[in-house]
């Protein structure tokens, strides 16, 4: 039995924007999804070879019209080598822009696949994992880290891939075309441009990762405190909340600017490198004819703007590179409750049984806060959850819906243990409705349905009329709620999913005494027929309960049919509702 094997989240170790993140930690085969065919591959590799050919030829039509020139050739000879040469400009610029069209267009398609897939992923992991990550990280992971891998694909097939080869090219033409020894200068020269800026690139890898990592803890911070601006404003944390922005706003500026100083010195050293490459070509040359020279001297300047251009966009492809890391890391987490296989269906119809097997938990490698629980419900029977706050109420609900595995123990409903129980049956026969009820600005329907697709619009009324929000229009746009209507929103919900095991965590907020007779009598009505765990906040919940569990401190203190705990005046419950009536 896998009762005493605890699942200890395994994200913890892969959790993204933990550590930086190299080239070499690049998990390619998770990238698949930014292939885009063989079709529109070969179609690129031929764009990018002929933007890199048209270039190549123009020096050859300026020594020709330089030697030629020299020799006295006529007007004509030179006026038709001249419109070669121009011509040769426009195809080459028109070659350029049709590549960079056609990189983009591939990148971008194939980034959104890679959007879809990472929101995918993220969307069904669990609540060990979001609880770690802010929906702010998220944002950034899914859509700009994404944003800058799709900048950084078009931005390497052009500079990278066009660069190199423009640069195979000038070497193999000056080798055969002018002087084979020349040749190898001009390759041993770029072969130590290269090396350099292999190292410059391990330099500004770190600062670039710590740039990206600040930005999303800086987005994730915003994110949270916007939410909460109420709470902060209400307790006067406002200031401090607006000093610990400053303060990760000038960790990011200072993680920016050693990224800036770092690229800066880089590009001052290659422009000194290129200048003594310039002088050292412009000195090779001096036994050749003149047009030769000036055809050394212009493929000596078009090797510059490859090398240039990837000093100049190193900063973007390490923010890029950091980015495609983090996306291989987000893609590596696994969910801490597996989905079987193979997996057996929860029974289909009905109220289903419940039972708790001596459960521990613990959250990640937190302190256990659940320690032997166990309890046992008959179809269509309702257990009461009360207890101190942090007592562990929430946490067993949590594990009854399956959000959890136990540490320990198993958790079986309608006979089966939920962690062979096809994921997809648990959620459409088990049930939630949490005090933290999300309402969305949209239609009632929409949020009734969360934005499910649902034929006809008569359950859709029935779900309302049981919560007693017959007068809601299905097409109206749902604006400010109050707690009361949040909560008959989740019950309608839940009568829509129509669970054969509902886990209810009652409102604690106050509610006016006519919204909670509404609320109530809606969960008696979602309880009717059907198993439930009742977390209760007033003790008068619990008049409709069948069975109450005491907890305390992750462990069940008292346990047993509400009859016999309100006939024994020494025990926990009956000492709370003494407590409370006095
Ligand atoms: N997501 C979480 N990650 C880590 N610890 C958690 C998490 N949720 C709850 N805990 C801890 O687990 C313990 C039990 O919390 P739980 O929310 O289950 O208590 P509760 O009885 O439902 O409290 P309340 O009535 O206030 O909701 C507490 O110590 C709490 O701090």
């Given at each position: 039995m896998s009762a005493s094997s605890p699942s200890r989240p395994s994200s913890r170790r892969a959790a993204p924007g933990r550590h930086a993140l190299g080239?070499?930690?690049?998990r390619f085969r998770r990238l698949r999804s930014l292939w885009p065919g063989p079709g529109p591959a070969v179609l690129l590799a031929l764009a990018i070879a002929v933007t890199t050919a048209l270039p190549l030829a123009a020096p050859q039509l300026t020594r020709r019209f330089v030697d030629d020139a020299a020799a006295g050739a006529g007007t004509d000879r030179l006026t038709l080598i001249a419109l070669g040469y121009l011509g040769l400009a426009v195809a080459g610029q028109a070659a350029r822009i049709l590549t960079a069209w056609l990189a983009a267009r591939l990148a971008w398609t194939g980034t959104d696949r890679l959007r879809e897939r990472l929101a995918g992923h993220a969307l069904g992991l669990d609540m060990a994992f979001h609880g770690r990550h802010t929906p702010g990280e998220m944002i950034e992971r899914v859509d700009g880290d994404v944003a800058a891998v799709a900048g950084f694909v078009v931005a390497f097939l052009l500079d990278v891939v066009a660069g190199v080869l423009l640069l195979c090219g000038v070497i193999a033409v000056v080798t055969a075309t002018v002087d084979p020894g020349v040749g190898a200068v001009l390759l041993a020269y770029c072969a130590l441009i290269g090396l350099g800026m292999v190292r410059a690139q391990r330099l500004a890898v770190p600062s670039a990762t710590r740039a990206r990592e600040m930005n999303a803890a800086l987005s994730g911070y915003l994110e949270e405190r916007l939410a909460g601006a109420e709470d902060l404003r209400a307790n006067g944390a406002g200031e401090h909340a607006v000093r610990r922005f400053h303060q990760l706003s000038a960790a990011l500026w200072r993680a920016e600017r050693h990224g800036d100083a770092v690229g800066s010195s880089v590009l001052a050293a290659t422009g000194v490198a290129f200048a003594a490459g310039t002088a050292l070509m412009l000195a090779l040359s001096g036994t050749l004819s003149a047009g030769t020279a000036v055809l050394l001297l212009q493929y000596t300047l078009m090797i510059r703007t490859p090398f240039e251009r990837l000093v100049n966009q190193l900063r973007h492809y390490q923010t890029a590179l950091a980015g495609l890391g983090r996306i291989g890391d987000l893609l590596a987490v696994r969910n801490t409750v597996p989905e079987p296989s193979p997996a057996a269906e929860l029974p289909g119809a009905g109220p289903l049984s419940l039972e708790l097997d001596a459960v521990d938990f613990a959250?990640?490698?937190?302190?256990?806060?659940?320690?032997?629980v166990t309890i046992r419900l008959a179809p269509g029977e309702t257990l009461g959850l009360v207890g101190?706050?942090?007592?562990?109420k929430s946490t067993i609900a949590r594990l009854v819906a399956r959000l959890y595995d136990p540490t320990a123990g198993t958790v079986r409903v309608g006979g089966l243990d939920l962690r062979e129980a096809d994921t997809a049956s648990v959620r459409r026969r088990i049930g939630m409705v949490t005090q933290d009820v999300q309402v969305f600005t949209a239609t009632v329907r929409d949020n009734l349905t969360l934005f499910r697709p649902y034929p006809g619009d008569d359950r859709l009324l029935e779900a309302l009329a049981e919560v007693g929000l017959?007068?809601?229009?299905?097409d109206a746009e749902l604006g400010t709620v109050s707690a009361g209507e949040a909560q008959l929103l989740a019950l309608a919900r839940a009568f829509l999913a129509d669970p054969g095991l509902v886990v209810l965590d009652e409102a604690s907020s106050r509610l006016d005494p006519a919204t909670e007779r509404r609320v109530d009598l809606g969960i008696t009505r979602l309880l009717t027929g059907r198993t439930g765990v009742l977390i209760a906040h007033?003790?008068?919940?619990?008049?409709?309960?069948?069975q109450i569990a005491v907890v305390s401190d992750g462990k069940i203190i008292e346990y047993g049919r509400r009859e016999d705990l309100l006939a024994d005046p020494a025990g926990h419950f009956a000492r709370m509702l003494a407590g409370v009536r006095r």
């Open positions: 080239f070499h930690r690049f959250y990640g490698d937190d302190e256990p806060v659940l320690a032997g101190r706050t942090g007592s562990g017959d007068d809601w229009d299905l007033r003790l008068a919940s619990l008049s409709r309960v069948d």
